[in-house]
């Protein structure tokens, strides 16, 4: 099974990007999919995710501002990204579980002010 992320790149404040991660080599829809992102230092954290296909969460620093989607038939998530910060910059992480965890290469994000 296979992540694969695009969409990264750079912003400016203010701007928007918008993620997306398809995966690929499995015929079984993942129950959980979302988004981690890990800036330079810090350890990775969740930014927001889609449990049992329905239940949202996101972390409180994107709320309002970050919306995640899922593809209704394929194993496909997105996240738009408005209103970016230079806070937003990291390296975006693709997410899923199905009885275990499975990670994308991830993708760089980069806001300037």
């Known amino acids: 099974v296979q992540l694969v992320e695009s969409g990264g790149g750079l912003a400016q404040a203010g701007g928007s990007l918008r993620l997306s991660c398809e995966a690929s080599?499995?015929?079984?829809?993942?129950?959980?999919m979302g988004w981690y992102r890990q800036a330079p230092g810090k350890q990775r954290e969740l930014v927001a995710n889609?449990?049992?296909?329905?239940?949202?969460n996101y972390a409180d620093s994107v709320k309002g501002r970050f919306t995640i989607s899922r593809d209704g038939v394929k194993n496909t998530v997105y996240l738009q990204m408005n209103s970016l910060k230079p806070e937003d910059t990291a390296v975006y992480y693709c997410w899923a579980r199905r009885l275990s965890d499975f990670w994308g290469q991830g993708t760089q994000v980069t806001v300037s002010s």
């Open positions: 889609l449990i049992n296909g329905g239940r949202t």
């Open positions: 080599g499995t015929i079984v829809r993942f129950n959980d």
